[in-house]
């Protein structure tokens, strides 16, 4: 893995140890940044069930300001601070919290992200988190499996497009 664009770019990021943690690959992170380029510059970042991180350092290397990175495994936050220090991104740009996508959003009611990243284990509930998500104002990006079907809408959020690439998709919804 390896950051594809911007300030950091052609840095490797350490992978996760396990097979159960699923990384988005290289190809789709790119395209996902291709679609979000005009969007991504000076803003909140938010990586739920980030994993590597490697989404979240790439909004960073993009031009994003800051990014927040949610994941409920103590490896995974020990792997992202691994990779944030690899990249020498100042500790003022981020931040790092171990616990699940659904404490981390019951605990910060005011939303201050622009972007959010949502990419959980594909056998995990989607509809939970996404409900807690469903009052958001803002872009939510959601990696799924092709066969997930997520619902059109989920509260005021809308999905505006889908992208299937591989055995993954990326839902897009707006606020």
Known sequence: M????????????????????RPTSDRLRETLFNIIAPRIEDVRF????????A???????????HATFVDRSRRSCQ????????CRIPEEQFEIYQMTAEDFLRQSKDCPWEIVFF????????????????????????????????PETIGKLVRTRMLKQGDSSLSFYEG
């Open 2 to 21: 390896r950051v594809i664009a911007g300030a950091y770019k052609g840095r490797n990021l350490k992978s996760p140890p396990s097979l159960a943690v």
């Open 46 to 53: 938010l990586d739920l069930c980030a994993g590597s991180g």
């Open 55 to 65: 989404v979240g350092i790439e909004a960073l290397s993009r031009g994003a300001r």
């Open 79 to 86: 792997l992202i601070e691994s990779n944030v220090q690899l």
């Open 119 to 150: 990419d959980p284990p594909y056998q995990e509930d989607y509809l939970r988190t996404l409900n807690l998500l469903g009052e958001y104002e803002g872009l939510v990006i959601v990696e799924h499996h092709h066969k997930n079907q997520l």
